[in-house]
């Protein structure tokens, strides 16, 4: 089953600009990463944040992590066409990862 | 090897028909995933290798799906009697640290039940 859930489902900004999206999710968590998939193929590992921590850094990428809302958001910053990607946060319980339901990121060039 | 290697890429398949899947993961990492992914939706858990055994398979949807890893490393999703539900591209993982932090993800196998 899905824990997350990505807000909003598709977000449309032009280059340049920053991108926010959030996860949220249901139960108690060891971490949370979030991931980034180009057309609906494998997965690429952006940024991992453990529940223990409240934000992090990585290039251009920045997360911050609630465990008390159970939410997270991930900020895209001085965003790029080849940003262009659904993006999903995936929860960390266990040995295992639940995905999201992705965020869909369009940025106009 | 250099990356998570799935094969076939693709795969049409008639309802009915049994299908084999194969995932080859990154060499050394002990954890391997499998998840099955819809089009619209986020991937879907569908079991949990820790070495040869699966230590999770709460998230295969009926006895038709089974998955074998016998020596730790390749793994097999296999679909009995498919159905036209099963298509979806299904995704396989591996991860080194235990517990993990990072998945690498291959390329997936896109499954077209007709």
């Known amino acids: 089953s899905q824990q997350g859930e990505e807000d909003p489902q598709a977000l449309s900004i032009q280059e340049g600009e920053n991108a926010t999206m959030n996860c949220s999710y249901k139960?108690?968590?060891?971490?949370l990463q979030w991931y980034r998939q180009n057309s609906g193929r494998g997965l690429v590992h952006l940024i991992l944040i453990r529940s223990n921590e409240r934000e992090k850094h990585s290039g251009r990428l920045r997360v911050t992590l609630d465990t008390s809302k159970k939410s997270s958001s991930l900020l895209i910053t001085a965003s790029r066409a080849a940003d262009t990607a659904s993006y999903f946060c995936a929860t960390g319980t266990g040995n295992q990862f639940y995905f999201g339901t992705g965020t869909s990121l369009t940025v106009i060039p | 090897g250099a990356g998570v290697s799935q094969t076939p890429s693709n795969k049409v398949t008639e309802k009915g028909k049994y299908v084999e899947l194969r995932c080859d993961p990154i060499?050394?990492?002990?954890?391997l995933y499998w998840y099955r992914q819809s089009l619209g939706q986020g991937p879907e858990f569908l079991i949990y290798f820790q070495g040869t055994g699966a230590a999770d398979d709460s998230g295969l949807p009926n006895d038709r799906f089974f998955a074998v890893r016998p020596e730790g490393s390749v793994s097999t999703l296999k679909i009995q009697r498919t159905e036209r539900g099963d298509s979806a591209v299904y995704l396989c993982?591996?991860?080194?640290?235990?517990?993990?932090?990072?998945?690498?993800f291959g390329q997936g196998t896109r499954l077209t039940v007709v």
């Open positions: 060499s050394g990492h002990t954890a």
């Open positions: 993982a591996s991860s080194l640290n235990d517990p993990p932090t990072e998945a690498f």
């Open positions: 139960t108690s968590i060891n971490n």
